[in-house]
């Protein structure tokens, strides 16, 4: 059984002048727009086709997967405001209707908003909503361990840090000496659980800093001197914000790297840059 609002891939089984016809199986025989004039489709062929329904009461299709499915949090655009309420890029032909009554704010076009997406049960057809914290079950003991990597949204920024919602049911906080570049609202990011509170929220961390994380910061040290003819200016003394920029770790995490390196005999240190030596010098010479 085909879900509706939900992408599926349909087999084409016609043409209807520039239209294509899919098989929906219970659904049908749909018409949709042939949203890419390059390609030419033939008989048989499969494409992922969005089931949702329209005002007619009827199923219909359109080409792609919506940016945010049904029961998801997620940032889209306004793109239109009505007398009704807002519609905002929905990444298919159909934008998603967003009434007043579940705007946090009057929304501007062109500007970004954390939504979460649900379906309507008077209209039976999917909404969305900025008030998305209402969405979010915060009596529920989050089903997730202590150091496990989580994929997370980052919704706000407070005093603290960064507020998220993570595996798209939970609230995590990542605390501003966590984080070593800017963030910003609708940033999906993969993140450690650092905590989980007595309140049901989450204290969060960028890294594990253990050992496999040391061993990939390693990697990236020596990948990036091999690709500078084994010599790089950046150390101990360099700031946080440039060894971030670099290497996208913190200043803390690459003094332990560069210091399991030094142990290692691989690079030697100086008070203004380090150097790659012996055999991965030459390899790196090499290179």
């Given at each position: 059984m085909l879900e509706i609002w939900k992408s599926h891939e349909l087999k084409v089984v016609g043409f209807e002048g520039e239209r294509l016809l899919f098989d929906a199986a219970e659904h049908g025989t749909l018409e949709v727009e042939n949203i890419d004039l390059v390609k030419k489709y033939e008989i048989g062929e499969t494409e992922s086709i969005f089931l949702y329904n329209g005002p007619d009461g009827k199923v219909h299709g359109c080409m792609g997967s919506p940016f945010v499915g049904i029961g998801e949090f997620g940032s889209l655009t306004c793109v239109a405001n009505t007398k009704y309420g807002s519609f905002l890029d929905w990444g298919i032909e159909k934008d998603l209707?967003?009434?007043?009554?579940?705007?946090?704010?009057?929304?501007?076009?062109?500007?970004?908003?954390?939504?979460?997406?649900?379906?309507?049960?008077?209209?039976?057809?999917?909404?969305?909503?900025?008030?998305?914290?209402?969405?979010?079950?915060?009596?529920?003991?989050?089903?997730?361990?202590?150091?496990?990597?989580?994929?997370?949204?980052?919704?706000?920024?407070?005093?603290?840090?960064?507020?998220?919602?993570?595996?798209?049911?939970?609230?995590?906080?990542?605390?501003?000496?966590?984080?070593?570049?800017?963030?910003?609202?609708?940033?999906?990011?993969?993140?450690?659980?650092?905590?989980?509170?007595?309140?049901?929220?989450?204290?969060?961390?960028?890294?594990?800093?253990?050992?496999?994380?040391?061993?990939n910061f390693e990697d990236k040290i020596v990948a990036y001197l091999k690709k500078h003819k084994g010599e790089m200016n950046i150390c101990d003394n360099s700031s946080p914000q440039l060894i971030y920029k670099t290497f996208g770790i913190s200043k803390k995490n690459f003094k332990k790297a560069l210091g399991a390196l030094y142990r290692k005999r691989m690079v030697k240190i100086g008070e203004n840059g380090v150097k790659l030596i012996g055999n991965q010098h030459r390899n790196a010479l090499r290179c």
């Open positions: 209707f967003c009434p007043f009554k579940e705007q946090k704010v009057d929304l501007k076009v062109d500007e970004d908003y954390i939504v979460y997406v649900y379906l309507d049960e008077d209209t039976n057809r999917a909404v969305a909503s900025t008030k998305y914290e209402k969405y979010i079950d915060e009596s529920q003991r989050p089903q997730v361990d202590e150091n496990q990597k989580v994929h997370a949204l980052v919704t706000r920024r407070t005093s603290l840090g960064y507020n998220l919602i993570v595996e798209n049911k939970y609230l995590g906080i990542l605390y501003a000496n966590e984080v070593f570049s800017e963030l910003h609202s609708g940033d999906e990011v993969d993140v450690i659980v650092k905590k989980v509170r007595d309140d049901n929220k989450l204290d969060l961390r960028m890294f594990r800093n253990d050992h496999e994380d040391i061993g």
